[in-house]
């Protein structure tokens, strides 16, 4: 099995930068999502990773620490609109089905 | 683009009664895979399939069944229903297995069929 673990909420003022932390325990590891859910709406995708280091998209980075278990969302630039749910899912154990963490609801105000 | 499409988007059910969802697929995506969603909570895996065959099984009672046609799209029949399943259900797909070298595996999320049991 596996642990996943995120803070439960973050808040963060407009325009500034914010940093979500995801740490996990897998016996084995096959990549990390992290992905974006507004209320009542389909998780969408932001990153993937599964090697070790720091992949820039835009706004948002992510980075991974495979020997650490820990892996971080970094946005910047926050917008209104960046007001979320953050979800880390991991692939481990030859699965190829990604199991979510209970996200971060992250609040940005003005 | 095309995305994941999914019907109904509500659906209301007494106890006991049974439900159907449906999953259509993006295109030329082979992998569907169905997650339920309670209030405040996180998707909870329930089954997948790829290339019509299932693939993986999660958390799916054994009042669900689930199976993939010819076409790739996908139904989650529900009975006996529950209170308790009253949630978002999302079907996603992707093109192969995510994770398998090679693919990085994106799941492409549906809106969702929000079910309520009363």
């Known amino acids: 099995g596996q642990n996943i673990d995120q803070p439960t909420e973050m808040t963060a003022t407009e325009g500034a930068i914010v940093q979500i932390n995801c740490t996990y325990q897998?016996?084995?590891?096959?990549?990390l999502f992290w992905y974006q859910q507004h209320a009542g709406e389909a998780p969408t995708f932001l990153s993937y990773n599964v090697l070790d280091g720091l992949e820039e998209k835009g706004r948002f980075s992510s980075f991974l620490s495979r020997s650490k278990g820990y892996s971080y969302l970094l946005l910047k630039e926050l917008q209104m609109k960046d007001s979320a749910s953050y979800l880390c899912?991991?692939?481990?154990?030859?699965?190829?089905?990604?199991?979510f963490g209970r996200g971060t609801s992250l609040i940005v105000h003005p | 683009a095309a995305g994941v499409i999914q019907s109904p988007r509500h659906l209301i059910k007494e106890k006991r009664e049974t439900a159907t969802l449906k999953c259509y697929p993006i295109?030329?995506?082979?992998?569907v895979y169905w997650y339920q969603q309670g209030p405040g909570q996180d998707p909870q895996f329930l089954i997948s399939?790829?290339?019509?065959?299932?693939?993986d099984k999660g958390s799916i009672p054994d009042r669900f069944s689930a199976q993939q046609f010819s076409d790739y799209h996908s139904e989650l029949n529900m009975s006996s229903l529950e209170l308790g399943d009253s949630a978002l259900y999302f079907c996603?797909?992707?093109?192969?297995?995510?994770?398998?070298?090679?693919?990085?595996?994106?799941?492409?999320f549906g809106e969702g069929s929000r079910l309520t049991v009363l």
């Open positions: 899912a991991v692939l481990s154990g030859g699965s190829y089905i990604p199991t």
């Open positions: 295109p030329r995506h082979d992998t």
């Open positions: 996603a797909s992707s093109l192969g297995l995510s994770g398998r070298t090679g693919n990085t595996g994106e799941l492409f």
């Open positions: 399939f790829y290339e019509k065959m299932q693939s």
């Open positions: 897998t016996s084995g590891f096959n990549g």
